[in-house]
């Protein structure tokens, strides 16, 4: 059994941050890969950025530079620091996670497990 929980999302003004968190657990360990994910209504959920077993980042262009992805290994949690907020982050924020490499970190559907998402609103 495996999982995931978001928490810290909310409102903000553009241009303030706000930290996600995704706690994990079950059977899941530092070998996963996970990412973050978003999904704005009527629109394509699409990958915000991820991080590998190795330790190693991604980010989508439109995020680079402002969000940061990092993991606690002892904690079992996953984090996203944004900073510098737009209107056009506002979305539902999921936090996923695979066994080691199973392709791009971007394709959601290679992701078996899933949060049940925790919503940012910038104004």
């Known amino acids: 059994h495996v999982q995931l929980v978001e928490s810290g999302g909310g409102s903000v003004q553009a241009g303030g941050s706000l930290t996600l968190s995704c706690e994990a657990s079950?059977?899941?360990?530092?070998?996963?890969?996970m990412a973050w994910f978003r999904q704005a209504p009527g629109k394509e959920r699409q990958g915000v950025c991820g991080?590998?077993?190795?330790?190693?980042?991604s980010y989508a262009n439109s995020v680079k530079g402002r969000f940061t992805i990092s993991r606690d290994n002892d904690k079992n949690i996953l984090y996203l620091r944004m900073n510098s907020l737009q209107t056009g982050d506002t979305a539902m924020y999921y936090c996923?996670?695979?066994?080691?490499?199973?392709?791009?970190?971007?394709?959601?559907?290679?992701?078996?497990?899933w949060g049940q998402g925790t919503q940012v609103t910038v104004s």
């Open positions: 996923a996670a695979k066994f080691r490499y199973g392709g791009p970190w971007y394709d959601d559907w290679k992701y078996p497990y």
């Open positions: 079950g059977d899941i360990d530092s070998t996963y890969s």
């Open positions: 991080i590998d077993s190795d330790g190693d980042t």
